[in-house]
């Protein structure tokens, strides 16, 4: 009894001991391996009378089984601290940027269009799309320019070959089109605006063969030019980021609009840079209206009971003014080093809370 006591108070110190996993094994082969202390006098129990057996056959499986609770509860000790070694050297700084900054850069023009589509949203807009290529019944008919309207030539339009069925599809020279489509699909009220591409035969400094508008429609009951005016002073005052605006409407002519008018922005040419808000000079900056009765029909509307406003504004034009850009044909050129300087980080997502520009 006396050694077996020993046996266990030796046997349970080199277990704790055990430094490592291999050491741990080596105490567990002398223990309980085929030839181990424990093994050996479990051996012996055979030459025993059967009384001492039976006294020491207990002894000696409780003598096992604590030895080997033992080593299990070592080895998982031992097996948790090495991983735990093992991650601390292994760790690695997922916060170190793996690439340099982003090489790319939004346009200009992209950054105008969320720009605007932020303001207009935030007044409840929602924004429409039509098609680059559009039929002649959407891009003049439906809009009161029927054929041989003298407004057609000063469109300068890109005509499709004639197809078998007469029709002469054009490359849209507007987004007004989409106002149709908008009314068509969607009934009144209505308030949406349309960005995208349009097409005029054109290029000189301030003109190029393809460029953007976004075009603004709003149809409701009661709707009047107190509205349009006081819907696009508010747009003026957020995209150009001033309190106040001065602002005025020079009565003009669309087919499409009755009345209508061009807006013009007080600005101030007297330095480098054209700045918006204050100074006596002018600068026309987007055409407005109130939608013509024909176009109310065209698009499925009752002009005795709705009216509405619609407006189209030069994207290109509003980046050139608000970032200081010259040349309209550079926006196409694809210099990359034009597109670093005047791009904008991908990351910096215009909106009213956030800020539009930085
Ligand atoms: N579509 C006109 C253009 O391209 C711009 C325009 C003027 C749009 C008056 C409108 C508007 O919606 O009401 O010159």
């Not at 299990?72 to 991983?83: F, G, P, Y």
């Not at 054929?147 to 339009?157: C, G, I, K, V």
């Not at 009765?293 to 030069?314: K, M, N």
Request: hydrophobic fraction near 40%; glycine fraction near 8%; charged fraction near 25%.
């Amino acid at each position: 009894m006396d050694n077996i006591e020993t046996l266990k108070r030796e046997l349970t110190e080199a277990v704790a001991n055990a430094a490592d996993e291999a050491a741990l094994e080596a105490v567990r082969v002398a223990a309980l391996g085929k030839k181990g202390r424990i093994s050996q006098l479990m051996k012996g129990l055979g030459q025993m009378s059967p009384e001492e057996r039976k006294e020491q056959g207990p002894v000696l499986n409780a003598l096992k089984n604590d030895i080997a609770d033992a080593i299990a509860a070592r080895a998982h000790a031992l097996h948790d601290a090495a991983l735990a070694a093992r991650l601390a050297t292994e760790k690695i700084d997922i916060t170190l940027p793996v690439r340099p900054e982003p090489a790319g850069s939004i346009h200009p023009v992209t950054q105008v269009i969320d720009e605007v589509v932020a303001i207009f949203a935030d007044m409840d807009f929602s924004v429409a799309v039509g098609p680059d290529i559009e039929t002649d019944f959407y891009n003049f008919t439906a809009l009161n320019i029927p054929p041989e309207h003298p407004a057609r030539q000063m469109h300068d339009t890109f005509y499709f070959h004639e197809k078998a069925d007469g029709e002469r599809p054009v490359l849209r020279t507007h987004t007004s089109p989409v106002q149709i489509r908008s009314m068509q699909a969607q009934g009144a009220p209505l308030r949406v605006i349309a960005p995208g591409r349009t097409y005029r035969c054109d290029s000189d400094m301030t003109h190029t063969p393809m460029f953007h508008q976004i075009e603004g429609l709003v149809i409701d009951k009661d709707i009047h030019m107190g509205h349009l005016k006081g819907c696009l002073d508010a747009f003026c005052r957020a995209f150009f980021e001033v309190d106040t605006v001065r602002m005025r409407f020079r009565p003009s002519h669309f087919p499409f609009t009755e009345p209508s008018a061009e807006m013009d922005i007080g600005c101030n040419r007297s330095g480098d840079e054209i700045s918006i808000g204050d100074g006596d000079d002018w600068l026309e900056i987007l055409g407005c209206g109130m939608v013509h009765p024909v176009v109310l029909r065209h698009g499925g509307i009752d002009p005795e009971i709705y009216q509405g406003f619609a407006f189209g504004i030069g994207i290109d034009r509003l980046a050139m003014l608000k970032y200081g850009i010259p040349d309209l044909r550079d926006f196409f050129e694809s210099d990359l080093r034009w597109l670093r300087h005047y791009g904008f980080s991908a990351l910096d997502i215009p909106s009213l809370p956030g800020g539009l520009s930085r």
